[in-house]
T-cell receptor
Framework: DTEVTQTPKHLVMGMTNKKSLKCEQHMGHRAMYWYKQKAKKPPELMFVYSYEKLSINESVPSRFSPECPNSSLLNLHLHALQPEDSALYLC????????????FGQGTRLTVV | DAKTTQPPSMDCAEGRAANLPCNHSTISGNEYVYWYRQIHSQGPQYIIHGLKNNETNEMASLIITEDRKSSTLILPHATLRDTAVYYCIVRVLNTGGFKTIFGAGTRLFVKA
């Protein structure tokens, strides 16, 4: 299994809603990442988890809350988002934090209304 | 931070080689150059990486200049399915580990 699976594929949420994005990999990778991508822009790094611990937070607003419950799973909890947070959210994994050969999921397309 | 510069777009005829350049003049001695591509509506896909020597795999070849300030990704026989945005990346070392920072990329159009 060489896939990174993200669910849901599409999500529409109101500004007062609480929702979560899920990312799963079964490749034994110990580094996992969240990226945000706006239309026609490159992916922007949000968070890096290394061995289930948050190692990098790129000054992301607290309305985005990552969680890594185990080595296969990465969540992104969303609360009180703004319409400008609408974007494609990409999850990636790599064998370790020193390896940049990352495997990306297909993303969750989020629309905040 | 090491940065990369790529042309915003390029065209290539189907069946011909596509040569995508990248400048990374501030790269440090032990930093690798990575290439990813992103086909429309999909997640980025790793292509190849290298340090000093030229590299080749089933997808592409990577040519790095001797001074390591620039590199070229070569798709030897481009197909329509190679139409994508190609990102040249140099990792940035942070206190929390390495960060993969995507630049603006090159939008490659392969035409029949």
């Amino acid at each position: 299994d060489t896939e990174v699976t993200q669910t849901p594929k599409h999500l529409v949420m109101g500004m007062t809603n609480k929702k979560s994005l899920k990312c799963e990999q079964h490749m034994g990778h110990r580094a996992m990442y969240w990226y945000k991508q706006k239309a026609k822009k490159p992916p922007e790094l949000m968070f890096v988890y290394s061995y289930e611990k948050l190692s990098i937070n790129e000054s992301v607003p607290s309305r985005f809350s990552p969680e890594c419950p185990n080595s296969s799973l990465l969540n992104l909890h969303l609360h009180a988002l703004q319409p400008e947070d609408s974007a494609l959210y990409l999850c990636a994994s790599a064998t370790g934090p020193m390896n940049t050969e990352a495997f990306f999921g297909q993303g969750t397309r989020l629309t905040v209304v | 931070d090491a940065k990369t510069t790529q042309p915003p777009s390029m065209d290539c005829a189907e069946g011909r080689a596509a040569n995508l350049p990248c400048n990374h003049s501030t790269i440090s001695g032990n930093e690798y150059v990575y290439w990813y591509r992103q086909i429309h509506s999909q997640g980025p896909q790793y292509i190849i990486h290298g340090l000093k020597n030229n590299e080749t795999n089933e997808m592409a070849s990577l040519i790095i200049t001797e001074d390591r300030k620039s590199s070229t990704l070569i798709l030897p026989h481009a197909t329509l399915r190679d139409t994508a945005v190609y990102y040249c990346i140099v990792r940035v070392l942070n206190t929390g580990g390495f960060k993969t920072i995507f630049g603006a990329g090159t939008r490659l159009f392969v035409k029949a």
